[in-house]
T-cell receptor, first 109, second 112 residues
Framework: GIQVEQSPPDLILQEGANSTLRCNFSDSVNNLQWFHQNPWGQLINLFYIPSGTKQNGRLSATTVATERYSLLYISSSQTTDSGVYFC???????????FGQGTRLTINP | NAGVTQTPKFQVLKTGQSMTLQCAQDMNHEYMSWYRQDPGMGLRLIHY???????DQGEVPNGYNVSRSTTEDFPLRLLSAAPSQTSVYFC???????????FGSGTRLTVV
């Protein structure tokens, strides 16, 4: 099946710093989503981005489908950005998301 | 519009007990699925459904049953709970041609 690899596994930053999270996938996809799992365990949908670039406030994401990777950018980090960020992909016709192992982001005040 | 609703939020079972985790969505989504999340790991697919009356197995289906009698509901049954099923369970739904999956808030299950 399709493989999803996220890097780095852990990231510790000071408040105000910028960060880039990466997601590599092994096959063509028709769906790619970035999620934030907050400390209470809720999965928050950040972006639906099978290709191209999107921005939402301090967060932006870029997916280069031909090269099979996606990047999540977080600028001017806040402590509330802490949590685990997951990339999940869906192969064309599969109707099932495959998740990466996540990047645990810790923002210190 | 409530989205995806999961009940209960927390549950403790004894080994061998059975129970049903409920999942309901009010978005008229065709596709529904169940995932489990173990500590330090991403989510893994248990079972999924592409419409009422149609279900299929995911990556880790053993020990779980599902059925889909209506578009709105997709319950997950544990027939004989085992400690290895201690996990957080998420239900998700999406529509054909939509903009991604919507997840419920999860059920934290402990089997002792």
């Amino acid at each position: 099946g399709i493989q999803v690899e996220q890097s780095p596994p852990d990231l510790i930053l000071q408040e105000g710093a910028n960060s880039t999270l990466r997601c590599n996938f092994s096959d063509s996809v028709n769906n790619l989503q970035w999620f934030h799992q907050n400390p209470w365990g809720q999965l928050i949908n950040l972006f639906y981005i099978p290709s191209g670039t999107k921005q939402n406030g301090r967060l932006s994401a870029t997916t280069v489908a031909t090269e099979r990777y996606s990047l999540l950018y977080i600028s001017s980090s806040q402590t509330t950005d802490s949590g685990v960020y997951f990339c999940a992909v869906e192969r064309r016709g599969a109707q099932k998301l495959v998740f990466g192992q996540g990047t645990r982001l810790t923002i210190n005040p | 519009n409530a989205g995806v609703t999961q009940t209960p939020k927390f549950q403790v079972l004894k080994t061998g007990q059975s129970m049903t985790l409920q999942c309901a969505q009010d978005m008229n989504h065709e596709y529904m699925s169940w995932y489990r999340q173990d500590p330090g790991m991403g989510l893994r697919l248990i079972h999924y459904s592409v419409g009422a009356g149609i279900t299929d197995q995911g990556e880790v289906p053993n020990g779980y049953n599902v059925s889909r009698s209506t578009t709105e509901d997709f319950p997950l049954r544990l027939l004989s709970a085992a400690p290895s099923q201690t996990s957080v369970y998420f239900c998700a739904s999406t529509a054909r041609g939509s903009y991604g999956y919507t997840f419920g808030s999860g059920t934290r299950l402990t089997v002792v």
